[in-house]
């Protein structure tokens, strides 16, 4: 079984740029999440989607960042425009239903330095 | 709200010595209990979870985690770390008040002492 494909690994830019990141889900999983990893830090979610809809974004700074998920499957969460604080890695995971009782799958990550 | 805390953000230990990982969350209402593993340049993945029944769940790697409410902990343990096992793990934990959303934990990262 395939995982939760993420392009790119890595990615540096400059403050004020923009960047978009792309996920991959597992086939078949109905939500999908996006988190903010900040170095020393545990994950914070920033949108989880449910197919196509969103189910939670009260976390995401909707001034400079955004996402979407197109036809529920495939993601990409864009910035823009990009600061110092955003550097992070950017991980997206899949599971078949709701966190509470069902596994999340991660993919490895975007590690989004901005200079 | 719920919260996570990991008391240690690094232990160090030898290998083939014992561990424990602590990690305690403040609300006792019905939880979920999980905890991640995150090697080196690699995306999370699940050592184990605590949804109901016994208390003492065993994960995969030979890692082992007991819930216990009166405590709100959820320690995870290893009888014998080996060099392979370095990593960070992390906790989470969700419940109706976080509308199932995973409340995680800062890490701790284990260090193998060869």
């Known amino acids: 079984e395939a995982g939760v494909a993420q392009s790119p690994r890595y990615k540096i830019i400059e403050k004020r740029q923009s960047v978009a990141f792309w996920c991959n889900p597992i086939s078949g999983h109905a939500t999908l999440y996006w988190y903010q990893q900040i170095l020393g830090q545990g994950p914070k979610l920033l949108i989880q989607f449910q197919n196509n809809g969103v189910v939670d ?3 995401l700074p909707k001034d400079r960042f955004s996402a979407e998920r197109l036809k529920g499957v495939d993601s990409t969460l864009k910035i823009q425009p990009a600061k110092l604080e955003d550097s ?3 991980l997206c995971a899949s599971s078949l239903g709701r966190t509470g009782n069902t596994e999340a799958f991660f993919g490895q990550g975007t590690r989004l330095t901005v200079v | ?4 805390t990991q008391l240690d953000s690094q232990v160090p230990v030898f290998e083939e010595a014992p561990v424990e990982l602590r990690c305690n969350y403040s609300s006792s209402v019905s939880v979920y209990l999980f905890w991640y593993v995150q090697y080196p340049n690699q995306g999370l993945q699940l050592l ?3 949804l109901s029944g016994s208390t003492l769940v065993k994960g ?3 890692f082992e985690a007991e819930f216990n409410k009166s405590q709100t902990s959820f320690h995870l343990r290893k009888p014998s770390v080996h060099i392979s096992d370095t990593a960070e793990y992390f ?3 969700s419940d109706a008040d976080s509308n199932y959303q995973l409340i995680w934990g ?3 990262k284990l260090i193998i002492k060869p």
């Open chain 1, 57 to 59: 974004d009260s976390q």
């Open chain 2, 91 to 93: 906790c989470a934990v």
């Open chain 1, 88 to 90: 992070a890695v950017y």
């Open chain 2, 48 to 50: 184990l979870k605590y």
């Open chain 2, 60 to 62: 995969i790697n030979g």
């Open chain 2, 106 to 108: 800062a890490g701790t």
């Open chain 2, 1 to 4: 709200a719920q919260s996570v």
